[in-house]
C-alpha cells in the first residue's frame, strides 16, 4: 500500500537559518506529490505541487521542493526562515486515477526561535 | 472569492449520538473531498464526492457517510458516534477533482464526543 513518510514529528530552526524539512513515499510508481502548510485553528494551503518535469519545484512563500526518484524523496527546503513560517508542514501524494484522494504524511511541527 | 466554509465550527456530542457536517464549496468547484485528522492517525481521506456521486471512499466503517447537493454543498454524517470520532473535519474542494487542479482546504468542525 502506498504510505507516506515524515521522519521529523518536530523541528526547532532559528529565524534566518535554512530548513528542510523530509518527506518519503512508498509507491509503484511516482505519484503526485504535494506539500502543504497548516497554522493553529486553520486548514491546509498548499505550498507547492510536483507532477512531472523538473524536479525542483518552486512554490509560494520562498519555498521549494526537489523530487528525488531514487531516493523516493520530495523533501521541502526554504533558505531563509521566518517566525511566521511556523506551523505544521504536510507532505502528500495521490495516484493520478484517483480523483481528489491524498495521502498524507504524519506531519512535522515547525518551530521558530527568535 | 469566498473560500471554503464549513460549518458548524464546533460540536460537542455524546457516545451514541449522531451528527452532520456540512460543507460549502467554492462558487463553480463541482468535487468535496472529506478528511478526518486526529493527533494518533493524522490526516485520513474518507471520501469525495463530484457531481452529487461517491467517486472515492476510505477505510472508515459505514457510520461515516456523506452525500454531495446539486449545488455542489456537501454534508457527512457520523451515526452512533464513538469517543474515537473526536477529531477535526476537513473537507476541500476543487474545480474538477482532479489533482492537476488545486484543492482548496476549509477550516475544519472540531468535533468533540465524550
Not at chain 2, 476541500?92 to 482548496?104: H, I, K, P, T
Request: hydrophobic letters at 30%; glycine letters at 10%.
Amino acid at each position: 500500500a502506498q504510505s507516506v513518510t515524515q521522519p521529523d514529528i518536530h523541528i526547532t530552526v532559528s529565524e534566518g537559518a535554512s530548513l528542510e524539512l523530509r518527506c518519503n513515499y512508498s509507491y509503484g510508481a511516482t505519484p503526485y506529490l504535494f506539500w502543504y502548510v497548516q497554522s493553529p485553528g486553520q486548514g491546509l494551503q498548499l505550498l507547492l505541487k510536483y507532477f512531472s518535469g523538473d524536479t525542483l519545484v518552486q512554490g509560494i512563500k520562498g519555498f521549494e521542493a526537489e523530487f528525488k526518484r531514487s531516493q523516493s524523496s520530495f523533501n521541502l527546503r526554504k533558505p531563509s526562515v521566518h517566525w511566521s513560517d511556523a506551523a505544521e508542514y504536510f507532505c502528500a501524494v495521490a495516484l493520478y486515477n484517483q480523483g481528489g484522494k491524498l495521502i498524507f504524511g504524519q506531519g512535522t511541527e515547525l518551530s521558530v526561535k527568535p | 472569492k469566498a473560500g471554503v466554509t464549513q460549518t458548524p465550527r464546533y460540536l460537542i456530542k455524546t457516545r451514541g449520538q449522531q451528527v452532520t457536517l456540512s460543507c460549502s464549496p467554492i462558487s463553480g468547484h463541482r468535487s468535496v473531498s472529506w478528511y478526518q485528522q486526529t493527533p494518533g492517525q493524522g490526516l485520513q481521506f474518507l471520501f469525495e464526492y463530484f457531481s452529487e456521486t461517491q467517486r472515492n471512499k476510505g477505510n472508515f466503517p459505514g457510520r461515516f457517510s456523506g452525500r454531495q447537493f446539486s449545488n455542489s454543498r456537501s454534508e457527512m454524517n457520523v451515526s452512533t458516534l464513538e469517543l474515537g470520532d473526536s477529531a477535526l473535519y476537513l473537507c476541500a474542494s476543487s474545480f474538477v477533482g482532479d489533482l492537476l487542479r488545486e484543492q482548496f482546504f476549509g477550516p475544519g468542525t472540531r468535533l468533540t464526543v465524550l
